[in-house]
Nanobody, 118 residues
Framework: QVQLVESGGGLVQNGGSLRLSCSAS????????MGWYRQAPGGKQRELVA???????????NYADSVKGRFTISRENAKNTVYLQMNSLKPEDTAVYYC????????WGKGTLVTVSS
């Protein structure tokens, strides 16, 4: 079992910044894939924001087109923690942000709300 706990959400003005954190715990050695998804209000589908895949050689990072150049995902392997630095936030970034990992199956955090005011 893997437990994921997100933190760092909140209310920010248009153009502001936030940093999300996600800590993983449980019966794990190392989580190769960690990522962030978001679900906007109004019943929209959950979408990938950023994902980082690590092997013994290098990290591979993917971003949604809508956040490229504004968001940065990073991780601390020793802590099984992944971060999402969000800059130049826009009202359309308003959503619940979920941490995700795959360790024999998909695991999700409970989410943290990010609200960007116009």
């Amino acid at each position: 079992q893997v437990q994921l706990v997100e933190s760092g959400g909140g209310l920010v003005q248009n153009g502001g910044s936030l940093r999300l954190s996600c800590s993983a715990s449980g019966s794990i050695f190392r989580l190769n894939v960690m990522g962030w998804y978001r679900q906007a209000p109004g019943g929209k589908q959950r979408e990938l924001v950023a994902k980082i895949t690590s092997d013994n050689i290098a990290d591979s990072i993917n971003y949604a087109d809508s956040v490229k150049g504004r968001f940065t995902i990073s991780r601390e392997n020793a802590k099984n923690t992944v971060y999402l630095q969000m800059n130049s936030l826009k009202p359309e970034d308003t959503a619940v942000y979920y941490c995700n990992t795959y360790f024999g199956g998909d695991y999700w955090g409970k989410g943290t709300l990010v609200t960007v005011s116009s």
